[in-house]
């Protein structure tokens, strides 16, 4: 099992900039890759970003130029540097890690909020 931990929302004005962190415990010798998804109200969850074992990004088109994502495998944590941020990006975020023998887990999400 792996147990994971989201950090760094809050509120800030448009253009402005934040850091997310999700910190992980447990079973970490079985993450491989590790993601960023958001969801608003009444929508599906969607896709941000993701990063593989050895660094491989990948975006959303929405988020691209604007966010980084990124992992310090000794802290067993995972970034994502958002700036230039939107109304848009306003949602809950959540960190997704994708085990090894093909589970998935999921933090708790924590609120973003872009004031225009």
């Known amino acids: 099992q792996v147990q994971l931990v989201e950090s760094g929302g809050g509120l800030v004005q448009r253009g402005g900039s934040l850091r997310l962190s999700c910190a992980a415990s447990?079973?970490?010798?079985?993450?491989?890759?590790r993601a960023w998804y958001r969801q608003v109200p009444g929508k599906e969850r969607e896709f941000v970003a993701l990063i593989t074992r050895i660094g491989t990004t990948n975006y959303a088109d929405s988020v691209k130029g604007r966010f980084t994502i990124s992992r310090d495998n000794a802290k067993n944590t995972v970034y994502l540097q958002m700036n230039s941020l939107k109304p848009e990006d306003t949602a809950v975020y959540y960190c997704?890690?994708?085990?090894?023998?093909?589970?998935?887990?999921w933090g708790q999400g924590t609120q973003v909020t872009v004031s225009s």
């Open positions: 447990g079973s970490i010798f079985s993450i491989n890759a």
């Open positions: 997704k890690d994708f085990g090894t023998n093909g589970d998935e887990y």
